[in-house]
């Protein structure tokens, strides 16, 4: 996003208050200016307002047409500057637009609490959802009624007097505290750096690690010819923490990740984790729960932290016990090594790549070069057109947010125009942590014929000038993972848009991007698209073969991170009191858990954006595991058919999953495609936690 200019433009002339008459509908980006935000969202917010407030005052009696289906084309204006917000505010972001994101939190938290709230409005809908039976509604319309009462539900539409009063102060502070610690994690990423500048420094970082490396140095003003930066970036600080052989350096680069947010000063997380924890207790015993966790799980497909804990305990207890045999085996290789420390949590990727080498030759480094971004970006679009007769050409000329993003129209094997699909793939210092898909504009009908544009962004290490990026195994299933999610929403087919694309229960909302996973790693893509960046060689099938034999290895140590961030954030959202320090409070969880020592959690409390930069998966981590039983099995659907790309099995997956977005219930919607419920047996084998 340009730096911000000295004055504001007038709401006449700014570029977000007129018509976005750019390709396809996309905004005016090379003329934003973080300073265009909030009177853009004054006058839209007004503009919802006034909407409103003629659709709970009219004459007419209450019908689907003039208030459901109205309401969910309501504020257009509104949404679209609350994605183009979002999407700026993660991935290009600046100290001007960080300060605009403070100041219009409790704004348009108040906002959405004056919609959820509107007495008037919900007592029409209200009216609506008890004759549902006798409205002759069809079921996307009865669908899309049922989800709209809910919400009004859980925003607290029901409450009076000072619950009601309490509930809308709650939710602005919420909206604050979330963004202040997003940003806090931001900080301290984006203000770490490690710079290694001599051979010493750069022992055992093969050539991928060390170009990386030097890139990152010069994006971050590091001028020095012989100077390399290690970020927090997870692309470069996993290979750093998996082949440095600088025990000290690998110590200090770990302890700088995993205590991000939890530094005394202004970037300080633990308090904010405090306050965020009794607003939610608060905000759930407002609606008569116990506990935060009984709220969040209530509108899932578990639907009660019991169901969770009884997913989570039958992998718990099999993938402790997986890595402590991982754990005999890298033992082994450290006393081979003549190495006497005791292995620490900034040893365990190191050892594990070297037994990885010794017990199945195979080698990261040497993997990596089959593994360029701009091929495995191919191998996915690939996938999508044999699995959906989806074709993506790239738009050069389209520029986006940022020179690193690539615009593609996404057709349809007629040539009809399907949606616009948007990726930005490298780590910087103005983007988030992580991986993630949002929309620029979700897909629907209802009187607006919208088009979806799909965003993807990932956070890999660029490589070098003239050098292409290189990505490891796992870099490659995020790229199909998130490419996943795109596909959900660029396939959707749906009428409303609250119910468009991604917009599902939260622990049905990873099976198609974990399902994805599966076809990055099978052998007829990998074949035909894993080529050596330098040589154009086919991946060799002896290296398949390596790849094949070490699928699950170190899976025990990977699960129980996962499972050990899941349970704490369980135990931490069924809290009903207080908890003094959120610190202790994690580690006596892992403790009563019998956690493995020197394996960790993948986040800890003060960087788990997942939990606290937002509140979509507080009580809800788990939702990759349970996704993970319906995506293993749902792939056994392809591997029974005799055809990763069986062109039936792939249209029962469209037409009952990716196309019906929340039109469906997710368990019926799933059933439809396999038959049956699913089956957790596959899960258990995918991650090599059955017993042999």
Known sequence: MPATRATTASPETQPLLRTWDGPYGLPPFADIRAEHFEPAFEQALAEHRAE?????????????????????????????????????SASATSPELQAAQRRLAAPLAAHSNAVYMNAALFARIEVLHEQRD??????????????????????????????????AALMERLAELHTRFGQNVLADEGGYQLVLRTEAELAGLPDFVRAAARQ??????????????????????VPFLTFSERRDLREQAWRAWVSRGEHAGESDNREIIREILRLRHDQARLHGYAHYADYALADTMAGSPAAVQGLLDQVWEPAKAAVERERALLDAE????????????WDWRYYAEKVRQQRYQLDEAEVKPYFPLDAMVQAMFDCATRLYGLHFVHQPQVAGYHPDVKVYEVRQADGHLRGLFVQDNFARPTKRSGAWMNALRWQARNGMEALPIILNNNNFAKGAP???????????????????HGLHGLLSQVEYERLSGTQVLRDFVELPSQLMEHWMAEPEVLKRHARHYRTGEPIPDALLEKINAAATFNQGYETVRYCASALVDQAIHAQSGDVPDVVAFERETLQRLGAPAAVGMNHRLTHFQHLF?????????????????????????????????????????????????NSREPGAAYRAFRGRDAQVAPMLKGRGLLPA
């Open 334 to 345: 450290r006393l081979r090594l003549g190495h006497p420390d005791a292995i620490q949590d």
């Open 52 to 88: 409103l407030a003629l659709m709970a005052s009219q004459n007419e009696a209450p019908s689907f047409e003039n208030t459901v289906a109205a309401f969910d084309r309501s504020g257009r204006r509104l949404v679209a500057l609350e994605h183009l917000f979002s999407t700026l």
């Open 466 to 484: 003239g050098e292409p990026t290189l990505l490891s195994f796992d870099d490659t299933r995020t790229l199909f993972h998130e490419f996943g």
């Open 134 to 167: 006798q409205l002759g509604l069809d079921p996307q319309q009865r669908r899309l009624l049922e989800r709209i009462h809910l919400d009004f539900v859980r925003a607290g539409a029901r409450m009076q007097g000072e619950a009601r009063r309490r509930y």
């Open 613 to 661: 930069s937002g509140s979509f998966y507080a009580a809800q981590y788990y939702v990759y595991l349970w996704a993970e039983v319906l995506d293993c099995d749902a792939y056994e659907a392809f591997v029974e058919a005799g055809d990763p790309f069986d062109a039936a099995t792939a249209r029962s997956l469209m037409d009952n999953i990716l196309a019906v977005g």
């Open 216 to 237: 990152a140095a010069l994006d971050r003003g590091v001028t020095d010819e012989q100077a390399h930066v290690i970020t927090l970036s997870r692309s470069l600080i």
